[in-house]
């Protein structure tokens, strides 16, 4: 399984939020957005912030997803 942010970029959409007011709100620094754009692990911390910030759940803000697994071939 694998994280998703999709729901966080939904949610700031949807609040006429960038992802620069999130950055500034939670106090996160400009590699931590990066890290969630690109659906990387970040630390509870983080993730309690954007809640915290936002005022919604972890439940709000992502989900885990299956990864896909690519058919291993041998040669």
């Known amino acids: 399984m694998k994280v998703s942010y999709?729901?966080?970029w939904k949610l700031l959409?949807?609040?006429e939020m960038?992802?620069?007011d999130l950055?500034?709100?939670a106090g996160l620094s400009s590699a931590?957005?990066?890290k969630l754009s690109h659906?990387?692990?970040v630390s509870m911390d983080v993730?309690?912030?954007v809640c915290t910030t936002l005022q919604v759940g972890f439940e709000d803000i992502m989900e885990l997803?299956?990864?896909c697994h690519e058919t291993m071939t041998t040669a």
């Open 18 to 20: 960038k992802k620069k």
């Open 65 to 67: 997803v299956p990864e």
């Open 32 to 34: 931590t957005i990066a």
């Open 47 to 49: 993730l309690i912030r």
């Open 23 to 25: 950055q500034q709100g």
């Open 39 to 41: 659906h990387e692990n």
């Open 6 to 8: 999709k729901k966080l």
């Open 13 to 15: 959409i949807d609040r």
